[in-house]
């Protein structure tokens, strides 16, 4: 494997679809991921894994059980396994994901949104 550069806006400028993440980079069985929201998500949790959000640009906000948590650019999340989650964006806005690779975007609910096999960017 050769060592190169990502660029995070030319990654975010190759694709134009919401909820679906794309793979951007690969380390220690983890994938890093980039993703769009706009509107709201479905309610879910990942049993054996956790999430980790960052915010590239807009905001948003992660809903939880017990409370709505506002998230703006800069900013990121760690979602334990097991905790239900569901982001939801007034308006677009643009994620990193840091996730075990394997990890269903829609965890242990499946729905139109689910993405088994995410793109490689």
């Keep these: 494997m050769s060592v190169q550069k990502v660029n995070i806006n030319d990654k975010l400028s190759q694709f134009t679809t919401h909820w679906s993440p794309k793979i951007v980079g690969e380390l220690n069985g983890q994938h890093v991921k980039l993703v769009k929201f706009a509107g709201e998500f479905v309610w879910h949790k990942h049993d054996n894994e956790d999430e980790m959000f960052l915010v590239v640009n807009g905001a948003f ?53 689910t993405v088994e096999t995410p793109e490689y960017l």
């Design 61 to 113: 906000e992660m809903h939880l059980r017990d409370k709505i948590i506002e998230l703006k650019q800069g900013d990121f999340i760690i979602i334990p396994k097991g905790t239900e989650h569901k982001p939801v964006a007034a308006e677009e806005v643009h994620v990193m994901l840091f996730e075990p690779a394997g990890t269903l975007n829609t965890g242990d609910k499946v729905s139109e949104l």
